[in-house]
């Protein structure tokens, strides 16, 4: 199964989510792409199996992906201060990818119906959401 985490800026939730991929499924492979090398070298550092940076990497990766994991700006066009471009959203969205998106309500925008949740519990729900999909 093909996992794919992408974040960007310092990398942090891509970094967590990887640390406890790891640690759950710790023989499953997952691609790292960052937005930035900060974002990549993170989460290279937390385990993942592969990593790349930038927009086309997004735009590849995406095309046969299994699972994508990140916060939920990685589907709208220039978010994370600009570094999602719209075809890296685009490529996202449009992927046939199980899409497991962490709420942040951050970036000028709210999901409604969403309460908050510190990170380490949206990212636990992560886990057990990969859980479930890898024992089908």
Do not use: W
Not at 17 to 27: C, G, N, Y
Not at 30 to 44: E, F, H, K, V
Not at 107 to 129: F, M, R, T
């Amino acid at each position: 199964m093909k996992i794919i985490v992408i974040d960007g800026q310092g990398g942090k939730i891509g970094r967590t989510v990887i640390e406890q991929l790891k640690k759950r499924f710790p023989d499953q492979e997952l691609l790292a792409i960052g937005t930035n090398s900060i974002a990549t070298s993170s989460m290279l550092k937390a385990g993942a199996s592969q990593g790349a940076t930038g927009e086309n990497p997004i735009l590849v990766a995406s095309r046969d992906a299994d699972i994508i994991i990140g916060p939920i700006a990685i589907v709208m066009a220039d978010s994370l201060l600009g570094e999602i471009t719209p075809s890296m959203a685009n490529a996202v969205s449009a992927s046939r990818a199980y899409k497991i998106l962490i709420p942040t309500n951050r970036c000028n925008h709210y999901i409604a119906g969403c309460q908050e949740v510190s990170l380490s519990d949206a990212i636990q729900a992560v886990c057990d959401e990969v859980g479930r999909i890898l024992t089908l």
